[in-house]
């Protein structure tokens, strides 16, 4: 069953539970309405569902319309940070470290991109304010189209570059595999996988974000003769 599917499948038996407890219609109608928003944002490719700044902000109207998903990804996040014990960030290259959404304290030396790939979640001000920031905003478990994909990835300042998502696996894995491969350190998709998964075992590309790549390697050929 499509990803998709499964959000909207799961926002209407929320909206169901809702109505036939009635005194848990509020919490879980509107968590239900915004599972099967969430579901229609994936099928059409609606990755700026939640509003996100180009500072790594959310509007006000963004909390309030998506309070309970984003009161539930919040606590989800905090409590796998807290209790998974994997690291933070990794380094695949010198050049290139992915990782999962950081906390300001936790952000190591210098980089001249700051890529933030979350479009659930509002970056910490100190981060989302700092020039090196970069946001390109992808749904969880989603990838873009191979052209917007190559624009973003060229787009980056020569340098050290920090790629995130919210846990450092799927989009982060993705654009990663896109930065080595246009760099020309990763002659292959599994050769760039390969350097991922050493550094960062929990990277996984599910069936979109594989096609993506496939996708992004026969549109720009050059890349991996390099």
């Not at 169901?16 to 994936?42: C, D, K, P, T, Y």
């Not at 796998?80 to 952000?107: W, Y």
């Not at 550094?199 to 996984?204: H, K, L």
């Amino acid at each position: 069953m499509s990803f998709h599917i499964s959000l909207t499948l799961l926002g209407f038996v929320m909206i169901g539970f809702g109505v036939v407890e009635r005194g848990w219609a509020i919490m879980f109608g509107w968590l239900g309405v915004n599972f099967v928003l969430l579901g229609l944002a994936h099928a059409r490719h609606g990755h700026r569902l939640f509003g996100k700044r180009s500072d790594g902000t959310l509007p006000i109207w963004s909390w309030l319309v998506f309070l309970p998903l984003h009161t539930l990804n919040t606590i989800l996040w905090h409590s796998i940070r807290r209790f998974s014990g994997k690291p933070s960030q990794n380094a695949i290259t010198d050049h290139l470290v992915v990782g999962r959404r950081l906390l300001t304290k936790e952000v190591e030396g210098h980089f001249d991109n700051y890529v933030d790939l979350t479009s659930e979640f509002a970056e910490p001000a100190p981060i989302g304010e700092s020039p090196c920031y970069v946001l390109f905003p992808l749904l969880d478990g989603s990838a873009p189209s191979p052209e917007t994909l190559h624009a973003a990835v060229t787009s980056l300042r020569p340098g050290r570059t920090f790629v995130h998502c919210a846990q450092g696996h799927g989009r982060t894995g993705l654009f990663a595999l896109a930065v080595l491969i246009e760099s020309g350190e990763a002659s292959s998709i599994e050769d760039g996988l390969h350097l991922l998964l050493t550094a960062r075992p929990g990277i996984q590309l599910n069936r979109e974000q594989r096609q993506c790549i496939e996708q992004y390697v026969r549109a720009y050929p050059a890349r991996m003769a390099r």
